[in-house]
């Protein structure tokens, strides 16, 4: 496990940069019924490895969280065209894997997948990191120190905070 950084650190994202956020989850609806959510369970480990291991899949990075009976994946994508590119490639992992889930689970209810995708614009986020290791953003395009023009939320937003709002010098920020 990597040692948390002692200070104030932000995502070192191009601010010319769009990027994709996807989450996608698996929920157990029926634990008794471990034959049709098992490999639905099991798919996503290899397409991750498979990912991983391709470093122009536009894949920047992943997190895994586990629920009592959800497990969620976020991922961060270069972009929504390489995402989609791999969602529909016929010799990747993913496609296979979502035929088998429609032929065998289908809609009968005993396990549930979703998943939502999120473009987020150039400039259009912040994100601040305090005594942790890399996580999340951070962790998919590397941190940088949260100093200078990327002291507050404010400044990561280029002095706008993304909605055209203003800020009176020395105001403090809630990551201040």
Same mark, same amino acid.
């Given at each position: 496990?990597?040692?948390?950084?002692?200070?104030?650190?932000?995502?070192?994202?191009?601010?010319?940069?769009?990027?994709?956020?996807?989450?996608?989850?698996?929920?157990?609806?029926?634990?008794?019924?471990?034959?049709?959510?098992?490999?639905?369970?099991? *798919?996503?480990?290899?397409?991750?490895? %498979?990912?991983?291991?391709? $470093?122009?899949?536009?894949?920047? &990075?992943?997190?895994?969280?586990?629920?009592?009976?959800?497990?969620?994946?976020?991922?961060?994508?270069?972009?929504?065209?390489?995402?989609?590119? !791999?969602?529909?490639?016929?010799?990747? %992992?993913?496609?296979?894997?979502?035929?088998?889930?429609?032929? %065998?689970? &289908?809609?009968?209810?005993?396990?549930?997948?979703?998943?939502?995708? !999120?473009?987020?614009?150039?400039?259009?986020?912040?994100?601040?990191?305090?005594?942790?290791? $890399?996580?999340?953003?951070?962790?998919?395009?590397?941190?940088? $120190?949260?100093?200078?023009?990327?002291?507050?939320?404010?400044?990561?937003?280029?002095?706008? *905070? &993304?909605?055209?709002?203003?800020?009176?010098?020395? %105001? $403090?920020?809630?990551?201040?």
């Amino acid at each position: 496990m990597t040692d948390p950084i002692p200070r104030r650190m932000t995502a070192d994202v191009d601010v010319d940069d769009d990027f994709v956020v996807f989450r996608i989850g698996i929920r157990l609806n029926k634990l008794w019924k471990v034959h049709q959510w098992l490999p639905v369970f099991l *798919a996503m480990p290899r397409m991750l490895r %498979e990912l991983d291991a391709d $470093p122009d899949s536009g894949l920047l &990075g992943h997190r895994t969280s586990f629920g009592l009976r959800n497990v969620t994946l976020t991922q961060f994508w270069r972009s929504f065209d390489d995402l989609h590119a !791999y969602a529909h490639d016929a010799d990747r %992992e993913h496609l296979p894997a979502w035929r088998r889930f429609v032929d %065998e689970v &289908g809609e009968a209810g005993d396990v549930g997948i979703w998943h939502e995708t !999120y473009r987020v614009r150039a400039s259009d986020h912040e994100s601040v990191y305090v005594n942790m290791p $890399p996580f999340g953003l951070g962790d998919a395009v590397g941190l940088v $120190p949260a100093t200078g023009d990327r002291e507050t939320a404010m400044d990561r937003f280029g002095g706008t *905070a &993304g909605k055209g709002a203003t800020a009176d010098e020395g %105001e $403090p920020t809630p990551d201040r």
